[in-house]
């Protein structure tokens, strides 16, 4: 069975970093389709940014161009999130996630992955 366990997530000033990982058992991640989603209270599950299955194909929301930067380790079978210059509006729990690989690449939508993690929470203070 696909397990994923998030870690590194914690408290940070605004303009701080954070690195986020995703360690994956069960399954090779390379054979994935990858990606990290947030979500505050009261709303939908948000995309955050995805790597393809095959690898080099990556897409990010908008508001994390830049600053954000999704990677894969495969021989260690983990997926991280490098988060710079943090603000407040990107306090929320990230998770990351798993899915079949698809032939058009990034998937933005939730339902699209069907392994996830538990979460982890990053707050970013003013």
């Known amino acids: 069975q696909v397990q994923l366990v998030e870690s590194g997530g914690g408290l940070v000033q605004a303009g701080g970093s954070l690195r986020l990982s995703c360690a994956v058992s069960?399954?090779?991640?390379?054979?994935?389709?990858t990606a990290w989603f947030r979500q505050t209270p009261g709303k939908e599950r948000e995309f955050v940014a995805g790597?393809?299955?095959?690898?080099?194909?990556?897409l990010y929301a908008d508001s994390m161009k830049g600053r954000f930067a999704i990677s894969r380790d495969n021989a260690e079978n983990t997926l991280h999130l490098q988060m710079n210059s943090l603000k407040p509006d990107d306090t929320a729990i990230y998770f990351c996630?798993?899915?079949?690989?698809?032939?058009?690449?990034?998937?933005?939508?939730?339902?699209?992955?069907?392994?996830w993690g538990q979460g982890t929470q990053v707050t970013v203070s003013s």
């Open positions: 069960g399954g090779t991640l390379s054979s994935f389709a």
């Open positions: 996630a798993l899915g079949p690989r698809l032939p058009t690449g990034v998937s933005t939508l939730a339902r699209m992955y069907n392994y």
């Open positions: 790597i393809s299955g095959s690898g080099p194909s990556t």
